[in-house]
């Protein structure tokens, strides 16, 4: 990219000042004229090149043709402006100014618009690399998949080392120590049965899809089971309260019975059965003693009868 500007002359003549790169170089070239389209030649021409790095170097143009003046600037490598500054004198001792400039973004390397092939073979050469050659098609037109199916580009160079680098192992063992051990506590602790689960799925999902899922059978012989350990455990708690009843002497009354509520009353005695009429009286079986616990829940009872009975007289 190339800028420039240029200020028109104070006086009547006409001088075009123009400014290219080249190589390196700073080319300057100026081309002098009067009203009537005549060469002004023999002018005086001087001025100074500002460049980026504020420096200032003074130029001064030769005439090389009629009416034609150039001056060349060396050390224009560098990225950035060039500010070019003239002065013309003429032979009449009239004076002009002319100014313009010059913009450098680039590097020349990237003004390269066409490549290098000997110095690609040479880079191919010393690499072990490979040299392709253009496929064309009908038509002329370069086949660009035919020429790259030429070359391997993934393969690997057995001269290159690949690069290797050293890397701390502790966090990944640590790291693995504790997964383990939250593994063995789990194993140790946890017994998930997995039969179940399978089950609990398989019927969710049937209830979803919206079959009706009967109770399975260990189910019922399990709640039968219980069924029956229940009623062993009550005959045994029975069985035992019976052993431990006071002993009821013959011909005594019910002494001693305890009864709740601190009252003590003598239950009514059984009456003993009259033998039939008209026959012989049948072997009369002895009466089963009755148990602890009846005696205490009819006490119980009889307490809470009596106790209804206050609350009534009490009551207005």
Do not use: C
Request: charged share 30%.
């Amino acid at each position: 990219q190339v800028i420039r500007w240029s200020l028109r002359p104070t006086d009547d003549r006409n001088l075009n000042l123009s400014v290219r790169r080249e190589g390196g170089q700073i080319k300057i070239v100026v081309d002098a004229l009067d009203k009537s389209g005549e060469f002004l030649n023999f002018l005086q021409i001087v001025g100074n090149v500002s460049k980026p790095d504020l420096t200032n170097q003074a130029v001064e143009l030769v005439q090389t043709a009629p009416g034609r003046y150039e001056a060349t600037v060396d050390g224009a490598e560098a990225r950035g402006n060039y500010f070019v500054n003239l002065a013309a004198l003429g032979a009449d001792k009239s004076r002009s100014v002319l100014s313009t400039g010059i913009s450098v973004p680039y590097s020349d390397e990237y003004r390269e618009l066409k490549s290098n092939p000997a110095t690609l073979e040479t880079i191919a050469s010393l690499t072990d690399g490979q040299v392709l050659s253009w496929k064309y098609r009908h038509d002329g037109e370069p086949d660009v998949p035919r020429t790259l199916d030429q070359a391997d580009v993934f393969r690997r160079d057995p001269k290159l080392k690949p690069p290797e680098s050293f890397q701390d192992l502790w966090p990944n063992l640590l790291w693995l120590a504790a997964v383990l051990f939250l593994a063995d506590v789990a194993v140790r602790r946890v017994s998930p049965d997995f039969a179940r689960m399978r089950k609990l799925v398989r019927d969710h999902w049937e209830k979803i899809r919206g079959h009706e899922v009967a109770p399975p059978v260990e189910y019922m012989e399990k709640l039968r089971s219980r069924k029956a350990e229940v009623g062993e455990q009550l005959q045994q708690q029975g069985r035992a309260a019976a052993q431990f009843e006071p002993p009821t002497l013959p011909g005594s009354s019910d002494i001693g019975e305890p009864l709740l509520g601190g009252s003590t009353s003598p239950g009514p005695r059984p009456e003993p059965k009259k033998p039939q009429s008209g026959g012989l009286a049948p072997e009369s079986k002895p009466a089963e003693p009755e148990s602890y616990t009846n005696r205490l829940l009819r006490a119980k009872k009889k307490v809470w009868e009596e106790r209804e009975k206050d609350k009534d007289k009490d009551s207005p």
